[in-house]
DNA sequence: TGTTGCATCCAAAGCGGTTTGAAATCGATT
DNA sequence: AATCGATTTCAAACCGCTTTGGATGCAACA
């Protein structure tokens, strides 16, 4: 059953029907109801890939997912935030197109979408520092909303972020106000932008109450449990073990606790941890008490979030670059106290 | 730059150009070689949506996410099944359109991806026992490989799965060979297939040995690092509480092992414990000494295979469903221990 | 009565490819 | 020289929708 069939039945011309029911004005009120209902009794559906040729409109946006080649590790939070994206284009009818890719072939990629016409628009992951991929999608031309930032940028563009350096300030001040001053940061990889604005989050707090980071308090590494737990079991076998951790991870949260508790100590009374919490579905921060004292933003808000904006984008291109800063909360779970010298 | 205008700057027909870009026979070589060449000087790549409607394939497939509408939780696994199967499209020059749909508008889903037509097949996740999607997609006729399998479906269907059944019942065993009796079993929902497939392989394993499973010992909830937690301090709790546990996921297993401690009791020396370890890319089972003793099966690697499945069946429709059974390792880790009277 | 304007409807030309059926070319064969 | 078959090329139809640029009918107006 195609638009023609359906017009034929109707006795109608295609144009007529088309827009009848696409809600355009210049038809009879009785027509389009006869329309209507006879697109609903016959089951008629428009051919998605003949709308796209004729309104030369995708009506999909595309996630080009880069897998780290060299770790091949697909970053835990694209689950959720590609759930709340996903939120937005059903609601809207727009399709999701997911590229796995590895870093080296994301510039073509993102060639390929536009010059193909597959997608309207894409959504950039993982933003590195100074990243290319923006200018490079300026250059072809092709709408798109950041999720992170990328300092060094000089273009204006859309991005979606959560206030890194702030939720890491406050917790550093959270930590130093129970009286911790070897404060670990067990940060993710630092040509990540995230983990930039994290670090430069804790440092600044340090130095306002005239501390100085110790390198040797710093670990910088791919954010799965066993980096979590080899940087935290470093560090824990230091002269002066530090007794307070920051880290950006619910799962390197875990890989520190493991540390601590192989060392027989305590988390939450010997050793005080503070994570990042992305609130994903699958890894809850306990139920009504949190586990883990944290940072909190949800990464699923953030993809309905980033999704509405592009699509905004995408309708009303004229409008120029939008940006949304999120702040993170800090809850207060179980693995902090004050401090206590061992 | 499209097809006509690359071929009136070759004094062809868009016919011939089409074809030679296409490999068709009937072309000339030097012209197919003149015909390339010029479309690589001019950068010119096919419209998408114009070879969709002309061809009627929509070069694409699906996968639809189910969120559970009552837990909200998504499927962790999913992200790296679909890094897997992501491979295999884009080597085959195939989309992936990902819905994300709370359970419900399931079925409305897959009828509209095909009644639309975008798509050319779809991957079923995580089945039910007698998942009635099956049915559906069969009478829609959309073609689709289903990862994991539906106890009950009577219809040759197509499927790539995990023996489940026979990875718990040797987990089972080999706890049994350590000595242990009293084993717990921290199950995921008992309506998924996979879950019921792997209570039926730990059953066996007991009572082969004249063992019987013991229902306090039984839970079955959603694969979070809380649930099990809760469940394992119910058990611990018990008057004869168990000494080894079997755990469905890394993430359950993690809670496990924090109930655990709290009693201060170590895993793999008090209480053993193996997990089903899906080698997450995030959540890796350790380095070289895996943390957890698992039963292990790559879902990457499940991705990739069930793409290609599916990417077979499209191009060659008549050929009949295929199935697919991957055996699990067990993996001996640090976590299993012979047996300790408390 | 002849215009004018509005409300409705339609024929036909796209969108950018693929594919069918026929034509042109050319060497080989009778 | 005429015929044939194979090779190579092309014009035009087609995929299923949208959209432009009229048509048509009818009431209102001068």
Redesign the pocket.
Known sequence: M??????SRL????????????GY????????ERVMAAAKRHN????T???R????RAMAVGHVIPIASRHEIVNPVFADFIAGAGETYSRNDYDMLLSVVSDDQEEDTYRNLKSKGNVDGVIVHAPRLDDQRIRLLFDIGLPFVVHGRSSGSTLPYSWLDVNNRRAFSRATEFLLDLGHSRIALVNGLEFMDFAIRRRGGFSDALQQRGLAPDPDLMASEEMTEVAGYRAARRMLALLVPPTAFLVSSMISGMGVRRAIEERGLAMGRDVSVIIHDDDLSYLKNGEDVPIFTATRSSVREAGRQAAEMLLHMIVSPREGPQQRLLEAELIIGQSTAPVRRL
Do not use: D, M, W
């Open positions: 195609n638009l023609k069939e359906l017009a006795g109608l011309s295609p144009t007529t029907v088309s827009r009848a029911l696409n004005p210049e038809v009879n009120e009785t027509t389009r008629y559906h428009p051919n890939r003949a709308i040729l004729a309104t030369g």
